[in-house]
């Protein structure tokens, strides 16, 4: 279990990241059409997985829009952006931003994602949301980069991110 902050109080999370060198899980997630997504949806790629809590937080939507940026660049990967939002409030965020280069993709059905990945906060104002993290796959699905954001309000290292993947 990963020990974090919000606001400085500690708060724990379900388990922790997957190990570098391991395969990551395969997921069923909702994208902003309500069809199901799954890890074979992205094979070939590799994967930046943006993790965070709501996407009407400011820390939150400030990822969402530097991955954005980011990804336009980025050759055979993907930008995944999960929370447990509802479908609706993810694609709303999107279309207000004018942004195209992430996926929006939701766990809130039945929380499955975060409980495999061991991402669930289990304590705070945010208890039964995701953490803040970032999981970096490579083209096999095998983990290149893991980034437990210490703190809730901070954002991710997103330089040291975009790093694991040159």
Do not use: H, W
Not at 19 to 40: H, P, R
Not at 139 to 159: F, L, R
């Amino acid at each position: 279990m990963a020990k974090i902050t919000l606001g400085g109080n500690p708060v724990i999370t379900s388990g922790n990241l997957p190990a570098i060198g391991e395969k990551i899980s395969n997921f069923k997630l909702v994208a902003t059409d309500l069809s199901t997504k799954t890890l074979n949806n992205f094979s070939e790629n590799n994967l930046i997985l943006n993790i965070f809590p709501s996407v009407n937080t400011g820390v939150c939507s400030a990822s969402v829009r530097a991955f954005n940026k980011a990804a336009a660049s980025l050759n055979n990967t993907k930008v995944l952006c999960i929370s447990r939002d509802l479908p609706f409030a993810q694609e709303q965020f999107c279309a207000a931003e004018g942004l195209e280069n992430v996926v929006m993709l939701s766990d809130f059905k039945a929380g499955n994602f975060g409980k495999d990945y061991g991402l669930i906060m289990t304590n705070g104002i945010f208890d039964g949301l995701l953490s803040r993290c970032i999981i970096i796959a490579d083209k096999t699905s095998t983990v290149i980069y893991t980034e437990q954001v210490p703190e809730i309000g901070q954002e991710p290292n997103y330089d040291e991110a975009l790093k694991a993947l040159k």
